[in-house]
């Protein structure tokens, strides 16, 4: 598919030697904000929440602040990781459904999810990648992923709870704005700056390296500057895991030819209709996680009316990956025969004993094991600002902004192997309620000297490279009035052009050329499952496996990735969006109070690009053949919408310690990208699946929000808000059935099978949330403090569905200790259950979970400090469940433990 040329694609080259920064909605102007550092400095965590306390009182909307300070002294190594702290904040630590994590990497506002947060850096938008692939082409939604970001580039932290009309659109909940620092903030001439160190990672018994460090450098007049900081940080990541795969089948009564009863149907009827667990697996998931890049800023004050800047940014995370799942194949002999005991709880098979078979001639295999090794997967963020800030007069200002941004999400290759194991060999399994991984065994002595090529596959997709692009110019204006009420109009246009696309995707298959199948092609194992593998329960034990370079060894010998023929139409998307906006807002102001009323309108004109699966040879004018999928026509569908976007924003200083705010807004947020066309996705052994829609409509929310703030001392708060979002056109799923090429059926029988798929799709509907919001901030003496803060979050979508992403109940707590050399800090932070999507058909959560993380700073000289830093010291496991329409309650997913991370860092600073 053809794209548009960049609009900066003349711009940027001409005005490279012009020194322009992103306008910051939350910034002040620069000469203000020179000014301002250069006589009040402010160090330390209790300068640092005063600091940001002060930000917040003196906002015109809802906001919460957090300090470049805090971010130094906070127990945190990305800026996700930063906002935890924070009220009505939620952090996720992963995307799609790939499980958690060990580090922050989406932020939600409000119990809402991840996509319908705006993230801005410096005031605009920003391009990002994701390292795995099911965020790539499965579920690709409209968040930014966090572990691009690291903590050190920031000066500030803004969370806007509230909407205003001069905010770039976006976020139904709310916006975060992370601001970069600029040259001449600096008080002194020249600084130099960073940190070295080291992260040891408990769970893989591993060391890597930290590198940060920033040189600043500005005239003694404060009008000319540059800025250069880069940062390195390597980190390995173990991720211990059971999943439940293949979710929960259902045990027939009758063949497929709907007629002949199934064995155990004829033998045990009391099992027919009962669930059972498919494909439980012990996962390994092993990563060695590379954060690159650095930020550029030149800055000059050409008149005292004219500033200009240019700030870039790049990062880069490479995140080659390893990950295996040794799995108990339950759908393979459920049906076949009858378990030598058994237990049925509530409709569910939560145990049973299969004895080895003895008696047939044929090879089932209990067992099947996936090994996937993916070299070279990445992400990257970048983008190029330019912008220009001119006071036309005394009662005019204009900032003037062209920029740039870029992100990428790339798996070039994955080398994988699916292999049958435990022929005939039994296997047992024992469920323990919803909050504890399943015991289970498979019988046989499984090697790799006996793996059964024959019952696999060779699968999984390459050359992936989803691009995630937008440019955009705008133009603001401010004109103050000379009025004793009204204070100023803020006005202006954006336009911006944004592509989400991926262009390429070969689906690999075995080579039917090759001996394959044969055990005596296959390598002696490489290596084994760490003897401290799990998390809980009674599981196999000694798993065997190919190391990463075997797997690309033998995927070069056995494996098809012939273009065109295993070209996979299905991942090959693209989501192209023209939008325009234009704002005119009115600030007033009154004795003890102040406020804004405005309107944005903006205007979307969207193409969604995919392709539709057709029959093999189906003689369709347009359709493009050639692939072992079948044939696929490229559909180009048009999706435009405009929206008025009003907004209203009171405050009142009701004494000089009491501030009170209302507010109400619409807000909007467009359709997450595999919601319009995303790739299809389609699993053989259980015939499930996901595809797009492109016809959905924006979300379209009419929120609510008061507050009432007490700064009852210096450095203290204590604050209470309310909130409501109605939210029309809020995005949920619904499965409906359609027929596909079974692929491995199809080989299997030598002509094209094809079967019908359970295959979710989104729609749009409705929702709701309401909610709560306490904090409690206090120094106690000179030296100590504590933070605590509480949401609440009713919500629902239609028909009493759950809403996504909405924990219930979320708090922190927070204690520090900081004198003249020592400094102190340990969060808590707890987050309920929410609502995670749709896995298999099936709707799954997260379950409640909780983090520990504590920090210590010694100053040793003016210029050097050691810092000791623990995260997730609690040793988290993080669990999922699923519910399933068959039967009442919940049933276990998937639970993780990926172990403790302690940073011990030198910081130096001249």
Not at 117 to 134: E, K, R
Not at 229 to 235: C, S
Not at 393 to 422: C, H, R, W, Y
Not at 423 to 428: D, F, I, Q, R
Request: charged share 20%; aromatic share 12%.
């Amino acid at each position: 598919m053809t794209y548009r040329r960049s609009i900066l694609s003349a711009a940027i080259v001409t005005c490279l030697g012009v020194a322009v920064q992103a306008h910051a909605q939350d910034a002040q102007p620069t000469g203000t904000q020179a000014t301002d550092l250069d006589t009040v400095v402010v160090t330390g965590i209790r300068g640092s929440i005063e600091k940001a306390l002060d930000a917040k009182r003196d906002a015109a909307t809802h906001v919460e602040v957090v300090t470049a300070e805090d971010i130094g002294k906070l127990p945190a190594k990305n800026v996700a990781d930063t906002l935890r702290q924070l009220p009505g904040v939620n952090i996720a630590s992963s995307s799609a459904s790939e499980g958690g994590f060990d580090e922050a990497d989406r932020v939600s506002l409000r119990g809402t999810n991840p996509s319908l947060t705006q993230t801005l850096v410096n005031g605009h938008t920003i391009g990002t990648g994701d390292w795995f692939v099911l965020s790539q082409v499965g579920n690709v939604g409209r968040s930014v992923s966090y572990s691009l970001y690291p903590s050190e580039i920031v000066d500030r932290v803004v969370v806007h709870k509230t909407s205003e009309a001069k905010l770039v659109e976006g976020g139904t909940a709310g916006s975060v704005n992370i601001i970069t620092r600029r040259p001449l903030q600096f008080a002194e001439p020249l600084t130099i700056q960073g940190s070295i160190g080291a992260v040891h990672s408990d769970l893989p018994g591993d060391t890597k390296p930290q590198l940060d460090a920033l040189l600043n450098w500005r005239n003694d007049e404060g009008t000319a500057g540059f800025l250069v900081q880069v940062f390195n940080e390597q980190r390995s990541l173990r991720r211990d895991g059971q999943e439940v795969v293949g979710g929960y089948g259902t045990i027939a009564e009758f063949e497929a030819d709907g007629v002949t009863r199934t064995p155990v149907a004829t033998s045990n009827p009391d099992l027919v209709g009962v669930l059972y667990p498919n494909l439980i697996g012990a996962a390994l998931f092993e990563q060695v996680r590379k954060r690159q890049g650095g930020v550029a800023n030149i800055e000059a004050k050409v008149t005292d009316d004219l500033t200009l800047n240019v700030n870039a940014f790049y990062s880069r995370l490479k995140a080659d990956n390893y990950n295996r799942n040794y799995m108990m194949w339950a759908s393979q002999f459920i049906n076949a025969r009858a378990p030598s005991s058994y237990t049925i709880e509530n409709g569910v098979l939560t145990s049973a004993t299969y004895a080895p078979d003895t008696t047939s001639t044929a090879v089932t295999p209990y067992g099947v094991y996936d090994m996937i090794s993916r070299p070279g997967a990445e992400s990257t963020s970048k983008y190029i600002a330019l912008d220009a800030e001119w006071n036309a007069s005394d009662a005019l200002k204009f900032v003037f902004q062209l920029g740039s941004t870029k992100g990428n999400g790339s798996s070039p290759t994955q080398d994988v192997l699916e292999t049958g194991i435990a022929g005939n060999a039994g296997a047992s399994w024992s469920m323990n309620g919803v909050g504890n991984p399943i015991d289970w065994s498979l019988g046989g002595t499984n090697t790799a000297a006996n793996h059964l090529p024959q019952n696999g596959w060779i699968f999984g997709a390459q050359g992936i490279d989803v691009l995630d692009k937008e440019d955009w110019a705008s133009a603001d204006g401010q004109f103050f009035f000379q009025s004793d009420v009204l204070s100023s109009l803020d006005f202006g246009y954006r336009f911006a052009t944004h592509e989400r696309s991926n262009d390429f995707s070969l689906a690999q298959g075995p080579n039917w050329a090759s001996n394959w199948t044969d055990i005596n092609a296959y390598p002696a194992a490489g290596g084994a499952y760490p003897g401290d593998f799990g998390v809980g329960g009674n599981v196999p034990s000694g798993i065997w496996y190919y190391t990463p370079a075997q797997l690309a060894e033998l995927n070069a010998r056995f494996a098809n990735r012939n273009n065109p023929e295993r070209f996979y139409f299905s991942d090959v998307y693209g989501v192209e969006e023209d939008i325009n906006a234009v704002y005119a807002q009115l600030n007033f102001r009154g004795d003890r109070w102040s406020g804004n009323a405005g309107l944005r309108y903006v205007q979307t004109e969207t193409d969604v690009h995919y392709n539709q699966a057709l029959a093999v040879n189906s003689g369709i004018p347009g359709a493009i053949t050639g692939s072992a999928f079948g044939d696929y026509l490229p559909v180009v569908v048009n999706n435009d919408y405009n929206e008025l976007l009003p907004s209203v924003n009171f405050k009142f200083e009701l004494t000089d310690s009491l501030v009170a705010r209302v507010s109400g807004s619409k807000t909007m947020t467009r359709p997450d990208f595999s919601a319009l066309a995303g790739s299809l996705t389609l699993n053989d052994l259980t015939h499930e699946g996901s595809g797009g829609n492109p016809n959905l409509d924006p979300l379209v929310s009419t929120n609510f929000d008061a507050s009432i703030e007490w700064y009852f001392a210096p450095r203290a708060l204590l604050a209470a808000s309310v909130f409501s979002m109605d939210m029309d056109g809020y995005v949920d799923f619904g499965n409906v059935i359609v027929q596909y090429k079974d692929q491995q059926a199809s080989q299997a029988a030598g002509t094209d099978v094809y079967s019908d798929y359970l295959v979710s799709i989104p729609v749009n509907s409705n929702g709701k949330a309401r909610g709560v919001e306490l904090t409690y901030e206090q120094p106690i003496g000179e030296n100590f403090g504590i933070n605590a803060n509480y949401t609440y979050v009713d919500g629902e979508a239609d028909g009493g569905k759950p809403l996504n992403g909405t924990s219930e109940n979320t708090y922190n707590l927070s204690a520090w200790y900081e004198n003249d050399r020592f400094n102190a800090r340990i969060n808590y932070s707890y987050r309920s259950s929410f609502y995670a999507g749709v896995s298999r058909a099936d709707n799954f959560y997260q379950d409640d979970f909780d983090t520990v993380s504590a920090s210590l700073g010694f100053k040793a000289t003016d210029w050097l400090t050691i810092s000791l830093d623990g995260l997730n010291l609690n040793n988290p496991k993080l669990k999922y469940y699923t519910e399933n329409d068959a039967v009442p309650g919940y049933l276990p997913h998937a639970f993780y433990s990926n172990g403790r991370q302690y940073y011990l860092n030198f910081r130096f600073k001249f």
